[in-house]
């Protein structure tokens, strides 16, 4: 940073669901962010965090997870997943599919190939497909999504931003308390199978119904649930940071980066120098586990 010739007010590492890569962290002059989507399939997360100032943790059941004698509980926030200004309605397209699903299925999703497997025999109206589903999702009369490894995904959002119907796990991580289940959406048990038919079932045999709930989901999107309403809940959550005095936390992270690396960051970095497919990648995590950069 000093060698670009400037310090930021804040610097912000989102999660993009591989190896951290951004290294000594921990000694930054600025005020620094953690923004974890994926804490639920990368147990090394929540050690990774402690070398920031604050974290956003996108999976509410995890939170608990990212406290530490570091990294205290009124420096972690939750901040959910949203639509994307992108993701709207088009009605000018006609429903073909009685219950479409949009997503990957392949050998990383096991559970979800299962499922969708044994929904498919029971609902021959049941349309899979992958590609964009902002022109897709108009297409279905109810949307399914699907949650492999039980978190609160970004597909909620996005079918229910372009006005879909949607059932969808009920997997924790504040989903009912973002949304009603049944004015907003309709929720079935994890993975099984008969309980997202019956829900399915029942919104196709009550158009009006599915309809409404489409138009109440977007209604709720649009006013609390888009990328423009985390972007200002982000800013007042740096802004209470800020009131806090963020000097003094500054200060206090680069007064113990010894005690954060060899607590929280050594052992990760020492297991990804191992699994990095370059020696030289390697060799950055091998440094990086000693404090040399």
């Known amino acids: 940073m000093h060698l670009a010739g400037f310090v930021p007010d804040v610097l912000v590492v989102a999660d993009k669901s591989r190896p951290p890569f951004v290294l000594g962290v921990e000694n930054f002059p600025c005020l620094t962010v953690f923004y974890s989507v994926d804490a639920h399939i990368h147990s090394w997360q929540p050690y990774y965090a402690q070398g920031f100032d604050a974290c956003?943790?996108?999976?509410?059941?995890?939170?608990?997870?990212?406290?530490?004698?570091?990294?205290?509980?009124?420096?972690?926030?939750?901040?959910?997943?949203?639509?994307?200004?992108?993701?709207?309605?088009?009605?000018?397209?006609d429903r073909i599919w009685d219950c479409l699903?949009?997503?990957?299925?392949?050998?990383?999703?096991?559970?979800?190939?299962?499922?969708?497997?044994?929904?498919?025999?029971?609902?021959?109206?049941?349309?899979?497909?992958a590609g964009n589903y902002r022109e897709l999702f108009p297409r279905g009369r109810?949307?399914?999504?699907?949650?492999?490894n039980g978190d609160l995904n970004f597909r909620v959002f996005e079918a229910m931003g372009c006005g879909g119907s949607l059932v969808t796990p009920d997997v924790g991580h504040g989903l009912t308390d973002l949304f009603t289940d049944g004015e907003h959406l309709l929720t079935y048990s994890p993975d099984a199978v008969e309980s997202a038919l019956s829900?399915?079932?029942f919104l196709l045999q009550h158009e009006d119904i599915a309809d409404n709930m489409g138009k109440a989901a977007l209604d709720r999107i649009n006013t609390a649930h888009r990328a423009r309403h985390r972007a200002q809940a982000f800013t007042e959550f740096?802004?209470?940071?800020?009131?806090?005095?963020?000097?003094?936390?500054?200060?206090?992270?680069?007064?113990?980066?010894?005690?954060?690396?060899?607590?929280?960051?050594?052992?990760?970095?020492?297991?990804?120098?191992?699994?990095?497919?370059?020696?030289?990648?390697?060799?950055?995590?091998?440094?990086?586990?000693?404090?040399?950069?």
Not at 102 to 117: D, H, K, S, Y
């Open 142 to 148: 109810v949307l399914l999504n699907h949650c492999e």
């Open 56 to 93: 956003l943790v996108s999976l509410r059941d995890y939170t608990g997870s990212f406290i530490s004698p570091c990294l205290s509980a009124e420096r972690i926030f939750w901040s959910p997943p949203f639509a994307r200004d992108d993701d709207l309605p088009d009605f000018s397209v």
């Open 238 to 293: 740096l802004r209470g940071l800020s009131a806090q005095d963020a000097s003094a936390l500054i200060d206090a992270r680069l007064a113990r980066t010894e005690q954060i690396r060899k607590q929280y960051l050594k052992l990760p970095y020492l297991l990804w120098a191992g699994e990095m497919p370059t020696p030289d990648l390697g060799q950055a995590y091998l440094a990086a586990a000693k404090g040399c950069f």
């Open 199 to 201: 829900k399915i079932n």
């Open 101 to 129: 699903f949009v997503g990957t299925v392949n050998a990383n999703t096991p559970n979800r190939a299962i499922f969708l497997q044994e929904l498919k025999k029971k609902l021959p109206g049941l349309h899979v497909a």
